[in-house]
């Protein structure tokens, strides 16, 4: 009796080979444009104390407070899956000793966990590509990472996506407005849905970006951080806009851009799609510079961002690649050994080659097409005495007798 099949938790997909090659198209893309902002790779643990995010992303937040895989572990420790890449990042860079070994840029790719209510473009394990500046003092700073952002998605070819800027304030600034807030959100209640109700005391900020739209009209009139900024972060804000301007990246300012994690200040910014509805933000980031001395580190200003890695592969569809250059057909036993060998000279060459195993020519064709090979190469007796094979062009039929170094400049075009 065949046993029960299993299934994958929800919310968790799998990466199977025609996703996998979009994923690594956009993970080659970010190195790439990564590498001429000078930021260096990181590969952090996906395992970390529950207590890291407790205290970075703050305990009244929805990923902290109910969206987080935490467990005791067999020891009695208290670790979690991480939700998302920053904590840990400063958390590695402080054991790490790095507080004075200059500007840290790094950026890592790797799978981030959050029980949400999976939807399209919504998961429980997702991807992101996240970006981190330690020591990114200046509005320059800002400009730069929203330029690199912008041309790394650019490169990929996506198009129409809008990048929205805005300032958080800081602690100087922000208590001021956050009570002008409150007042405004505490006249309309009524109005307003049971989340955002249960923010105004807790999380005012977060009810500028409820999702609800009898919400967002209540919210037309309601004061905006941007008009109460102290004198410094208003010098930032203009000097980031200044920054943008001159390296020509597109923006608009959204003063409902709040995020939802606790440590962020001045500069958030969010790239959104039209095209994912509720899910279409591809990108989002912002300023964080209170969080490292908050994690036991030398007061060090720092700015990151995160895109999420299977929104953007919804974005570009399906990559047609041609995964297999060359299929090997071998007619005949006696030329098997012969052909197993040519194949390995192939590879040596760089190709991906899938031999097809022997047997009649009509079941290995049928190998070949399967695999959407762009080359088959016919190895029968008479090749093999005579040095030579012949080459069939799938595409166009065509069929030519060559010698190995004609052949492999052939298929490579
Ligand atoms: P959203 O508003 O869509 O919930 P977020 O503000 O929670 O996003 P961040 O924590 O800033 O997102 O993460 C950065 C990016 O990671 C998002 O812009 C998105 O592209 C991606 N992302 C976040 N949560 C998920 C998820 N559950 N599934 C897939 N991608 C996600
Ligand atoms: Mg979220």
């Known amino acids: 009796m065949a046993g029960k099949r299993l299934q994958s938790i929800r919310g968790i997909h799998d990466g199977l080979p025609a996703e996998v090659l979009v994923w690594r198209h956009i993970e080659e893309v970010a190195r790439k444009v990564f590498a001429t902002y000078a930021f260096s790779e990181v590969r952090l643990p996906i395992l970390e104390p529950t207590e890291l995010f407790v205290r970075s992303i703050g305990e009244i937040t929805d990923i902290v407070s109910k969206e987080m895989y935490a467990f005791t572990d067999q020891g009695g420790d208290n670790i979690c899956l991480r939700p998302e890449g920053t904590a840990g990042a400063v ?13 840290q840029r790094w950026f890592y790719i790797g799978p981030m966990f959050r029980r949400e209510r999976p939807q399209k473009g919504r998961l429980r394990q997702f991807q992101q590509i996240g970006v981190e500046i330690f020591g990114a003092n200046g509005p320059l700073d ?10 790394f998605l650019s490169e990929l070819g996506i198009s129409e996506l809008n990048l929205e800027i805005n300032s958080l304030g800081c602690p100087a600034c922000r208590p001021a407005y956050r009570d002008a807030l409150i007042s405004y959100l505490n006249k309309c209640t009524d109005n307003l849905c049971e989340t955002c109700n249960e923010r105004i005391a807790k999380n005012p900020m977060r009810v500028l970006d409820c999702k609800v739209e009898t919400c967002q009209a209540e919210l037309q009139d309601a004061p905006e951080m941007i008009h109460h900024l102290c004198k410094a972060c208003e010098t930032h804000f203009s000097g980031l806009q200044d920054g943008l301007k001159a390296l020509n990246v597109p923006y608009r300012i959204n003063a409902r851009i709040v995020r939802g994690l606790d440590y962020y200040n001045r500069t958030a ?93 009509k079941r290995q064709f049928k190998i070949a097409d399967r695999e959407g090979a762009r080359f088959v190469v016919v190895i029968g007796e008479d090749e093999m005495l005579s040095g030579l094979v012949t080459l069939k062009n799938m595409a166009t039929g065509e069929q030519q007798q060559l010698a190995f170094d004609q052949l492999v400049n052939i298929i490579k075009g």
């Open 91 to 103: 958390r590695a860079y402080l054991q790490g000793g790095l507080t004075r070994a200059g500007t």
């Open 142 to 151: 800002d400009a730069e990472v929203l330029a690199m952002a912008h041309s």
């Open 269 to 361: 910014f969010e790239i959104i799609s039209d095209q994912l509805g509720a899910q279409g933000t591809v990108l989002a980031g912002g300023r964080y510079d209170s969080l490292i001395d908050e994690l036991g580190g030398p007061p060090t200003a720092a700015i990151g961002f995160a895109a999420g890695l299977e929104r953007l592969a919804m974005l570009l569809g399906g990559i047609k690649v041609a995964a297999v250059d060359v299929a090997v057909v071998a007619l005949g036993e006696q030329v098997i050994p012969y052909s197993l060998q040519q194949s390995a000279l192939l590879r040596q060459q760089d190709l991906s080659v899938v031999h097809c195993g022997g047997g009649s020519a």
